[in-house]
């Protein structure tokens, strides 16, 4: 029984729990990437040298409409005390993603074993600390100092969406995973586009770029705080959830109760599964895309289409919330179809998913065949971000849907492979387009149409929606032909282990 003041708590909360940590677990995602973003900006305002630009003949070229808005005044940069070249600014601003992608596996291990709540929520803060503490590192020990910082910082994020897939596996029923990984994940795309804001607003009228810092550093520490009071990593141990709402949670979500034997991670069947390596497939494919976007399109309007730098700050949010918009319009759909029998899980993943690749994949096209005609290459690539927001209905959930019990590992191994794309994107659409002609961009577009469509092929053949009989052997058992040994921790084995060690005691 709960206790009477637990249930007075209770009765202040107008929604149930389970879409407070929704909430909170779309406000950890927009925390990670206001805080991995903020430096795209910033470092513009801390260098003090200027591109040299170069004339190339491109015979595509468009108008430049830049000198009549500027009229051949350059901004000042009153705080640009830095002078690193293109390469080190290159070279600091990814290094955020190789500490990201180390640190994926050994979170989705403490997630695990720990639960989600801390992993996620001391990542975070390790984060914002880091960001608070940017403007003296990089002052006192320049470039090198903020680039071992920025790996610090990935390391610190590193464990978000492995610790956040644990955490909606205990506390999301299946008919709703498709709506509450839209809310969460759509974080990001409000992070991108807050975090652009924010930084150019704090840097406006000759503010320093130190603020920026402050202000995304203080707002990580001030998350941290909500979510330690108003989350917990399962049902079973939240301090003021519902009677009716932990019942609800413990009869419909496979992973809610988590007494229960836990097995090590069965990476001898995860990497044998023809289904996780489709997962796999699906979310290289996406980064692939979103990163050319998120990268890149900014570089595609100046260079390209010829915006003036203020249109072109307007115009590259605008993809991010056509995603977000369409993000919970997809998830609600999904879950709608699921719920009422329509299609399957399996059946929902998938359609997501091609709209998620084939859709984008097809719209960067059409925008680089647009040529010059600005408003039609700006609307495919709208719309090119708005159907990629499917992507959090299908291949983004389909972790949950494989392995509840072990989410936490699989969406590390997963998205740590993954993140590779967003390593490799920017410095191979930087070799395939030296001059920035259309024809060279035309070229890094076709090889991302081939990725997107050549990777959803994959996931349509060999995808799957059910749990899978290695996430649960004592349930399951071992399929017939499995020839690889076992996978958990026989009680058997353990008793057999003690006798042997009591045997050798006693001689």
């Known amino acids: 029984m709960i206790p009477r003041w637990r249930r007075t708590i209770t009765k202040l909360f107008l929604i149930p729990q389970r879409y407070v940590l929704g909430i ?12 991995r973003v903020c430096l795209n900006l910033a470092v513009t305002q801390m260098v003090n040298n200027t591109k040299t630009e170069e004339s190339h003949y491109d ?73 608070l503490l940017t403007p003296f590192v990089v002052t006192t020990t320049g470039a090198t100092g903020l680039f071992i910082l920025r790996v610090l910082q990935g390391m610190g994020e590193g464990p978000t969406m492995p610790a956040l897939m644990i955490v909606l596996a205990r506390w999301v029923p299946p008919h709703e995973r498709s709506r509450q990984g839209a809310l969460v994940f759509g974080g990001a795309q409000i992070g991108n586009i807050f975090g652009s804001f924010m930084s150019g607003f704090l840097m406006a009228g000759g503010g320093h770029w130190a603020n920026v810092f402050y202000f995304f550093g203080c707002f990580g520490i001030l998350w941290f705080i909500f979510w330690s009071l108003l989350c917990s990593s399962t049902p079973n141990t939240h301090l003021f959830i519902s009677e009716e ?9 496979t992973s809610a109760d988590t007494t229960s034997v836990r097995d090590p991670v069965p990476w001898k ?19 692939w895309g979103y990163y050319t976007m998120v990268t890149d399109l900014p570089k595609y309007m100046t260079d390209v289409l010829k915006f003036n730098i203020a249109t072109t700050g307007t115009l590259t949010a605008m993809p991010y919330l056509a995603m977000w918009t369409s993000s919970f319009v997809f998830g609600w759909a999904c879950d709608v179809c ?7 899980i399996k059946t929902g993943r998938i359609i997501h998913t091609t709209i998620a690749a084939t859709g984008p994949a097809i719209c960067i096209i059409l925008a680089s065949y647009a040529g010059c005609n600005r408003f039609a290459a700006v609307g495919y690539f709208i719309v090119s971000m708005a159907l990629m ?47 920035s002609t259309l024809a060279q961009w035309r070229v890094a577009f076709w090889i991302c149409f081939v990725v997107l469509v050549g990777t959803n092929i994959v996931y349509i053949i060999w995808a799957d929606g059910k749990q899978q009989w290695w996430d649960d052997v004592r349930q399951y058992g071992y399929p017939s032909d499995w020839k690889h040994g076992p996978l958990k921790t026989s009680d058997d084995d353990k008793e057999k282990s003690k006798q042997k060690e009591a045997t050798a005691t006693n001689l």
Not at 75 to 102: M, N, R, V
Not at 245 to 253: A, G, I, S, W
Not at 269 to 287: E, M, N, Q, T, Y
Request: charged share 10%; proline share 5%; net charge negative.
């Open 24 to 35: 909170m677990g779309l406000l950890a995602v927009c925390n990670a990437y206001t805080m």
């Open 269 to 287: 069947a995860i990497v044998r599964s023809v289904p996780v390596w489709a997962l796999l497939f699906a979310a290289v494919g996406h980064d």
């Open 245 to 253: 709402e932990l019942k609800y949670l413990n009869e419909t979500v």
């Open 389 to 435: 927001g499917g992507f959090y209905s299908g291949m983004k959930v389909n972790a949950l849907d494989l392995a509840p019990n072990y989410a936490g590992s699989l969406t590390a191994m997963i998205n740590g492979t993954s993140t590779l794309s967003g390593i490799i994107t920017p410095y191979l659409i930087g070799i395939l387009t030296p001059d």
């Open 338 to 344: 699921v719920k009422r029998g329509w299609h399957s």
């Open 59 to 131: 015979p595509d070229a468009c108008p430049d409409d830049s000198e009549l808005l500027l009229n051949g005044t350059t901004s000042l940069k009153p705080h640009a005390i830095f002078d690193w070249s293109e390469s080190t600014q290159g070279l600091i601003l990814s290094g955020f993603y190789y500490g990201y992608a180390l640190t994926h596996v050994p979170g989705g291990y403490l997630a695990e074993k720990y639960g989600g709540k801390w992993t996620l929520g001391i990542g975070l803060l390790s984060t914002a600390l880091f960001t």
